[in-house]
């Protein structure tokens, strides 16, 4: 009697046991099938007309930059001014020694005084050959003078006529000389084209240069501030005369120079394959020296319109391919979504969400597709 207890004791506990057992696995079953709600924090999405910006980076200098040099080589007299000096228009910069072109100016005014005299002697010629030629003419009327002594006359009539064309002609040769050596003796000096900048002298006194070799690197005041950058095929295309700009040195931390696309080029350099684009920058009274180093970003004429959210919305990613939870009736909807860019920590998605939908924003690493949520009040 005693051990039919305990067998009934024992079969009691193991019953008891295995409901118990039972009863766990339809509670997690149950739970897996209703998973619990979850408290998140979401937030809704904004529309934004993007404009597409291209960025890039290149070094400041005058809109006109000229290598001024000597017409004619010699030896440098002197330099007047130094590097960083403003100058005025029409001021010397520089000027060479003036011993030999001066000779070579003064050999060209001697010879042109000298054909000058040649056509005097020419013309004198010719009165005179007018008159034997005259007096032939009589002469031969009366018979005092043969044929042959007329035609003579008149064969040195022509020859001075043709002595007095060739001295005019000597006369305005020369007169070109003078004309060149003066220009060259002009051009012996460097003026300033315009108000500007001597931004480095390229040779000093003394040395001895070449007709054309730069002597100073001028830049224009009169002529606006510009920043030259390099883009690629992929950006030029977007890109066009008119375009605004914003461009940033560091000169001048956390200021923010406006600029504008002067220019555009047409074709690709042959050594990068870049194409160069001119942005002009506005100083607004800051002091922009020729060689700073700037980034430059241009803002384009395309735009699209996105949709806005948070980075922190994003569940995972691949490429442009994306995916977030929108709350939809208090759950959680796993939505695909394409991804046009991430810019300073906001997604801009091209396709998948509306402009009236919230996304999830807080908790979504431990949420599931269609997954009950409670949203939180914060």
Do not use: W
């Not at 060739?166 to 004309?179: I, W």
């Amino acid at each position: 009697m005693t051990i039919s207890i305990k067998s009934f004791a024992l079969f009691v506990v193991l019953a008891g046991g295995l409901a118990a057992c039972s009863s766990e696995n339809q509670s997690q079953e149950t739970g897996s099938a209703h998973p619990p709600a979850r408290l998140v924090e979401t937030t809704g999405v904004k529309p934004v007309q993007y404009r597409e910006a291209v960025f890039a980076s290149g070094k400041l200098s005058l809109e006109e930059e000229a290598r001024l040099s000597f017409k004619t080589g010699g030896i440098i007299k002197r330099i007047f001014v130094s590097e960083g000096q403003s100058v005025r228009q029409g001021q010397v910069l520089a000027e060479l020694s003036l011993e030999e072109i001066g000779a070579q100016t003064q050999q060209a005014r001697l010879g042109e005084q000298q054909a000058a005299i040649n056509v005097e002697n020419a013309k004198l010629a010719l009165r005179l050959a007018e008159r034997d030629y005259q007096n032939a003419q009589g002469l031969y009327r009366d018979s005092v003078a043969t044929l042959e002594q007329l035609q003579n006359a008149e064969v040195q009539l022509d020859n001075a006529r043709n002595q007095l064309e060739a001295a005019k002609k000597g006369l305005a040769m020369q007169g070109e000389q003078v004309e060149v050596a003066s220009f060259n003796l002009r051009y012996s000096k460097i003026t300033a084209p315009s108000n500007g900048t001597i931004l480095k002298k390229l040779a000093e006194t003394n040395e001895l240069v070449g007709p054309g070799m730069p002597v100073l690197l001028f830049g224009s005041k009169d002529k606006s501030r510009v920043i030259r950058v390099n883009l690629t095929d992929k950006d030029i295309i977007n890109v066009g005369i008119g375009n605004e700009a914003e461009v940033h040195f560091d000169a001048y931390p956390g200021h923010t120079f406006k600029g504008e696309v002067r220019e555009v080029a047409s074709m690709a350099d042959p050594y990068t394959n870049t194409y160069e684009v001119e942005v002009e920058v506005v100083p607004e009274g800051k002091t922009l020296l020729s060689g700073f180093i700037g980034s430059v970003s241009i803002f384009t004429s395309s735009t699209a319109n996105l949709i806005q959210v948070p980075i922190d919305a994003l569940i995972g990613a691949d490429g442009n391919r994306g995916e977030v939870f929108v709350a939809e009736n208090d759950t959680a909807v796993k939505t695909q979504v394409s991804i046009f860019k991430v810019e300073d920590g906001q997604l801009l998605i091209q396709r998948g969400l509306d402009s009236t939908d919230k996304v999830v924003i807080s908790g979504v690493g431990y949420l599931e597709d269609k997954q009950p949520i409670m949203i939180s009040q914060r």
